[in-house]
């Protein structure tokens, strides 16, 4: 009786220990991948700027992700299953990153439509796999709340990302010679990216970073503010593993994660950017990061 119960408590470790590296596998595989998806996307809006070539193809990105989720992931992941569902993703973001060498509308615009359908298998994968082995390991434990401790986990990963691709950025960038700009009456909400838009205010396409960072202080800074922010937002994400047992922690991270959105939009309104206050510059990611920190985990705990 006695080696049965041994045999058993074997088995429960190495499966457990089995459960936790495949989350670590997992956690490192993404962090891998998004960290030049990050430090990319961040600048679309400050290097890519002819025929706003880099914002376009970040919205078709998420267009593509949007149709892919609504129509397509459920059959794919059926088709191709989980592991190279993740695969894929992984293929189309270094395919989406490659092309930015060559920044031409064809490719940009191409890529982006590869890249963004694939990374919707790619993060139902993820949740899918995520959920499961969290599951896995709740035997005696409260399976939802594992579940959202495992997700929380997996962001901090996943938003340390946004440090280390960021953070290359910056290095790269920081010798750059700051282009002077003495009217810093167009930024801000005032920031108008092209010809066709400021003879139609009504197709105004406007970017945080370029419209505040890259108008105000120059695009060399993108880099580091957008370290900081990953910075913090793995800082919220931990947080939110070491409060999901609490019985209103959902609740209260919503709500603080609302009103830091709602604050940072009418800050970004009424606010005029100059050089003097570029530490307003800083506070605005710092704050946004929190928000996105504190809700993500929970957000797709859920799905």
């Known amino acids: ?41 961040s600048l679309q809006s400050s290097i890519n700027t002819d025929k706003d070539v880099g914002l376009n193809s970040v919205a078709i990105t998420y267009g593509a992700s949007l149709v892919t989720c609504l129509l397509f992931t459920t059959s794919l992941g059926y088709i191709f299953g989980y592991k190279w569902s993740i695969i894929g993703g992984q293929f189309g973001i270094l395919l989406y990153v490659a092309s930015n060498m060559y920044p031409k509308q064809w490719l940009m615009y191409s890529t982006a439509i590869i890249s963004g359908s694939l990374r919707a298998c790619m993060s139902m994968a993820q949740n ?61 909400a005032n920031y108008l990216t092209s010809e066709h838009q400021i003879q139609d205010d009504n197709h105004q ?8 960072t890259t108008c105000t202080i120059g695009v060399q800074y993108v880099g580091l503010i957008m370290t900081i922010y990953g910075i913090t937002a793995t800082i919220s994400s931990i947080v939110v593993t070491y409060t999901v ?36 510059l800083f506070i605005l990611p710092f704050l946004s990061s929190i928000s996105d920190g504190l809700t993500e985990p929970f957000i797709t705990g859920l799905t």
């Open 1 to 41: 009786m006695s080696a049965k119960v041994q045999h058993k408590s074997a088995n429960k470790r190495d499966k457990i220990g089995g459960t936790k590296l495949n989350f670590g596998m997992i956690c490192f595989a993404y962090i891998c991948a998004f960290t030049s998806l990050q430090a990319v996307t």
């Open 128 to 188: 899918s796999y995520v959920a499961i082995l969290a599951n896995d390991e709740s035997e005696n434990d409260d399976a939802e709340i594992k579940t959202r401790k495992y997700f929380g986990i997996f962001f901090t990963a996943y938003q340390s990302a946004q440090i280390w691709g960021n953070l290359i950025s910056y290095l790269v960038l920081r010798s750059t010679p700051k282009s002077t700009n003495t009217n810093f009456t167009q930024c801000g």
């Open 205 to 212: 396409f406007i970017s945080q970073k370029t419209s505040f």
């Open 245 to 280: 047992k609490f019985k209103y922690s959902q609740r209260i991270c919503f709500i603080i994660a609302a009103l830091l959105s709602y604050t940072i939009f009418t800050v970004m309104l009424v606010w005029k950017p100059t050089v003097s206050q570029t530490y307003v």
